[in-house]
């Protein structure tokens, strides 16, 4: 492990089938700070977790832990009812190394939106869209374990004026 070389590898493309417009993205990452924030939204840093003694001194440092793993993202847009249709869904599994310690947690993350924007005109547009993401992570460090899921609603509602 090694932060201060942390890479990545993206890689992306789309397809227009005339009737639909498909995308596909990928990304292999090493080395990454906190992919997916997965450590902070389970609350593995967290003074009760099990992870921590009971002074509660935290046995882990955001800043010695790396993730090495990959992510892939497929999605598509379609013309209906006048407006156009957009949904989506995601992968990302990664193992989490701490320090040089080696493999201590292996994190999964799961993710799904659902979309319709309109135009109202040829300069604004309206658009609401629903999305739900799953977190999990399973740990082992020092004899310690422990799981954590987490899962997420987003609702966003809004309206877009070009100018």
Known sequence: MNLQDAWTFNLAG???FGFMKTYLATQYFKDARDAGSVLDYVGFFDEDSVFNNNEGDVKFNKGAVANTGYG???STAFDVLGGTMKAGIGYMDADIDYANDGQVADSKVYTAAFGY????????LVYTGLGYT??????????VTGSWEE????????????F
Do not use: I, M
């Open 14 to 16: 789309s397809y227009d």
């Open 117 to 124: 924007e309109y135009s109202l005109s040829k300069r604004t």
């Open 72 to 74: 892939v993202h497929l």
């Open 151 to 162: 899962e997420g609603y987003d609702f966003a509602l809004g309206l877009v004026h070009k």
């Open 134 to 143: 799953k977190r999990e992570l399973d740990a082992n460090y020092e004899g």
